[in-house]
């Protein structure tokens, strides 16, 4: 079984400044996938970014990237230059093959300020 | 692009009542999911569906619900005597293929709200 931590439960971030969103995470297996997701008001749920816990390489999705340090189990995810259609609530996830499905954090609400 | 699409958007019912949501997944996917969340809570998994079975479903999906695709395009996701407790946003979602390496990235659907009174 794994388990996904998201302990901030709320952030703020100025516009055009860069945010941290923290998560850490617990899983016995050795082949995983990490995500972030943004879930804003009208409640969908959109992929932000995805890491292969094989690479050894931070993802990078324009505006958004990920600090995944693997051996201290935590996957970070930076927004730099915010924006306000970034506020949100965003959510930390993990992937296993072993049990197909996908294990999400509490979330943690974004808010961008003008 | 293609997407996952959900019916209702917001179905109301009363406490007892039958319930059945239904989901659309992209059409090469093989893997199909129901996650749900209870307002202000995490999204959390139900049921996973491969090759016409549950490959594997979490302890809230207990005999009240069952899973189920009719035809080569609906999945859907019926709750047999709505509970109170059972208001919250349903979310499907599919994935493309068996091995780990595509089947990691789920595509979720809209999501259905269900209201329960």
């Known amino acids: 079984a794994q388990t996904v931590t998201q302990s901030q439960p709320e952030m703020s971030v100025q516009e055009a400044e860069t945010v941290t969103l923290s998560c850490t995470y617990d899983?016995?297996?050795?082949?995983?996938?990490l995500f972030w997701y943004k879930q804003p008001p009208s409640r969908q749920m959109i992929l932000v970014i995805r890491?292969?816990?094989?690479?050894?390489q931070n993802a990078t999705e324009n505006r958004f990237s990920v600090n995944f340090q693997k051996a201290a189990k935590s996957f970070s995810l930076k927004i730099s230059d915010s924006q306000l259609g970034d506020a949100a609530m965003y959510f930390c996830?993990?992937?296993?093959?072993?049990?197909?499905?996908?294990?999400f954090g509490k979330g943690i609400t974004l808010s961008v300020r003008p | 692009e293609p997407e996952v699409t959900q019916t209702p958007s917001h179905q109301v019912t009363q406490m007892g009542q039958e319930v059945i949501l239904r989901c659309v997944p992209i059409?090469?996917?093989?893997?199909f999911y129901w996650y749900r969340q209870i307002l202000g809570q995490k999204v959390e998994f139900l049921v996973s569906?491969?090759?016409?079975?549950?490959?594997?479903k979490s302890e809230i999906f207990d005999d009240q619900f069952s899973v189920e695709r009719p035809d080569g395009s609906n999945f859907t996701l019926k709750i047999r005597s709505t509970k109170l407790e059972d208001s919250a946003m349903y979310f499907c979602?599919?994935?493309?293929?068996?091995?780990?390496?595509?089947?990691?990235?789920?595509?979720f659907g809209p999501g259905t709200r269900l209201t329960v009174t």
């Open positions: 979602a599919s994935s493309e293929d068996v091995g780990l390496a595509a089947a990691y990235e789920q595509y």
């Open positions: 899983t016995s297996e050795s082949d995983y996938y």
């Open positions: 890491q292969e816990a094989y690479k050894q």
């Open positions: 996830a993990c992937f296993t093959g072993a049990n197909s499905k996908l294990t």
């Open positions: 059409s090469n996917h093989l893997y």
């Open positions: 569906f491969y090759n016409n079975e549950i490959s594997e």
